[in-house]
């Protein structure tokens, strides 16, 4: 199959959406996750998510399209492939459709390492798990690939001192619950990107007022939404580790916003992850971007922080 084979089908509950009125991002990272649990069993790793594992996937990082809304009460279902795959790490591709129209939803490009379960020590895929990649060959389709976001290399500059040099904000902060974690007590890879969602409020109403306040015609109520994500993760916090997220403007064009966000560790400074998000300012109603103004432009990159980067 050009899209890869079935991993997941399932569908959108109402306590999914949130007050934007579609799905929360962290519930698209989340059936990713679980079509993640499918992709490892056609890999040959039927039990790579289960407590008695010999091994399992680690995520590394991920690059996410945001495409198409999912209301309460659709249909999905996620197809996936692998995109490419070394000795210990691959490349997979995973496709969110709408079963129903057949329109694609979301695309993520995730990048997992073979590790050992307790550890997080990689080491090298078996030779089924090889042999099996070659036949879920897949290539990224034209609508999956990064558009707004690199997806090169990067040396990150997060750390909690770069962050109070930056003055960025801190839009999260608490701590990892055992609820948090996975089997392996590492943080569940959805609260990264649930706990930005949590706090982007603290970050942007200024942001969209200064959009709204160019519009053409002033709308009834207003929203956002993220059009694509690169998160990468560099370490997992486990049980009892405290988080806070700092975040800062970085640019912004006549459409879109794009936002940074450090995960950090208050304790030691270290950088658990970092993400970068292009988000839109959007009609509640009309359901369709808010484009951004010359003055709204000029106004927002007054925001925006110098040097900040993933």
Known sequence: MADGIEIWRGGVNTWECDEMGHMNVRFYVTKAVEGLVGLAAALGLPHAFAAHAGSTLMIREQHIRFLREAHAGVALHMTGGVLEINADEARVLMLLWHSDSGALAASFQTVVAHVTPAEGRPFPWPQRTLELAAG??????????????????????????????????????????????????????ELFIGRVSDGIPRLIRSF?????????????????????????????????????????????????????????????????????????????????????????RVELMKHAKAGLAL
């Open 136 to 189: 879920l060959a897949i290539d990224t389709p034209e609508q999956a690939m990064a558009r707004s976001v690199s997806l090169e290399p990067v040396v990150s500059t997060a750390s909690l001192a770069r962050a109070e040099a930056l003055d960025l904000v801190r839009i999260a902060q608490g701590a990892i619950s055992p609820a948090d974690c996975d089997l392996y007590g590492r943080m569940r890879p």
């Open 208 to 296: 969209r007022d200064a959009v709204v306040s160019g519009a053409a015609e002033t709308p009834k109520r207003v929203g956002g939404a993220v059009l694509e994500y690169r998160l990468i993760q560099f370490d997992w916090p486990r049980a009892g580790d405290r988080i806070e997220i700092r975040s800062g403007l970085k640019d912004a064009d006549t459409r879109t916003k794009r936002m940074v966000h450090w995960m950090l560790d208050p304790d030691s400074g270290k950088a658990w992850g970092a993400a970068e998000a292009v988000a839109v300012t959007f009609d509640l109603d009309a359901r369709k971007i808010i484009p951004i103004s010359d003055a709204a």
